[in-house]
């Protein structure tokens, strides 16, 4: 299973930004449940920016409520989290998370699949 991050870069404050994440598999992805965004700023814990739900349910951090609005195409298997007034602060590495279920020979296998990382900069 692979993660492929884009839409990283340099930003002023203020500014905006679109993380997308696609989800691809040599076996037969059979679902993906929760998809989500962490974030790693340099000497820092990774943390949750912003989860999602199959059904399409978000789950945000304190820090970016009313800014970031995560959504996902359940057809493309994509996750993307738009971002929206942003602050020095989120200047961080981006990292996106997907629970998947795939089918490989016949078993059903539970995979925790991050992607490579997406930095984000913002700049004042």
């Known amino acids: 299973v692979q993660l492929q991050a884009s839409g990283g870069g340099l930003v002023q404050a203020g500014g905006s930004l679109r993380l997308t994440c696609a989800a691809s598999s040599s076996k037969r992805i059979a679902r993906i449940d929760n998809m989500g965004w962490y974030r790693q700023a340099p000497g820092q814990q990774r943390e949750l920016v912003a989860a999602?739900?199959?059904?399409?349910?978000?789950t945000y951090a304190d820090s970016v409520k009313g800014r970031f609005a995560i959504s996902r195409d359940n057809a493309e298997n994509t996750v993307c989290l738009q971002m929206n007034s942003l602050k020095l602060e989120d200047t961080a590495v981006h990292y996106c998370?997907?629970?998947?279920?795939?089918?490989?020979?016949?078993?059903?296998?539970?995979?925790?699949?991050w992607g490579q990382g997406t930095l984000v900069t913002v700049s004042s």
């Open positions: 998370n997907a629970q998947i279920m795939v089918i490989s020979d016949d078993a059903w296998v539970a995979l925790n699949a």
């Open positions: 999602i739900t199959s059904r399409g349910s978000p």
